[in-house]
């Protein structure tokens, strides 16, 4: 699947690439995260990568809604659709994973405060500084 993502990624750069894996869609890297940015989908770790997959009947939905975004998707290693905006807004969208990486521990420390009392936290956060 990776291999199919790179291929395409070197000509299409700006374009969300949605690649078919049986019923789901799946999206890598940048792209998983403006999906996350966008719709919430999960971000998860695929390899050294990270990736989000969604059922194969949001796709047209997921479309719908992204507002000015180049895309492509692919089935079987061939473009079966593809989208072009003059005003394409997919730098916009992006981030750096390491900002979302930082930004998701806060998150997560956010949610044991609400958890668990303030002495536990405090043991948490310096775990974590560490």
Do not use: A
């Not at 299409?12 to 789901?24: L, M, N, R, T």
């Not at 971000?43 to 992204?66: A, C, G, Q, W, Y």
């Not at 303030?118 to 974590?128: E, K």
């Amino acid at each position: 699947m990776l291999e199919v993502y790179y291929k395409y990624r070197c000509k299409y750069q700006d374009y969300i690439i949605f690649i078919k894996s049986g019923s789901f869609y799946e999206v890598f890297d940048k792209d998983s995260m403006i999906l996350n940015n966008i719709f919430y989908y999960k971000v998860k770790r695929f390899k050294d990568n990270v990736k989000t997959s969604f059922p194969i009947n949001k796709l047209e939905h997921i479309i719908k809604l992204m507002w000015n975004i180049n895309y492509i998707v692919i089935d079987n290693d061939n473009i079966v659709d593809e989208k072009v905006f003059s005003d394409n807004k997919y730098d916009s969208y992006t981030f750096d994973i390491n900002t979302i990486v930082v930004n998701s521990i806060k998150i997560n420390l956010k949610t044991i405060i609400k958890r668990h009392n303030y002495l536990c936290c405090f043991f948490i956060m310096l775990m974590v500084i560490r």
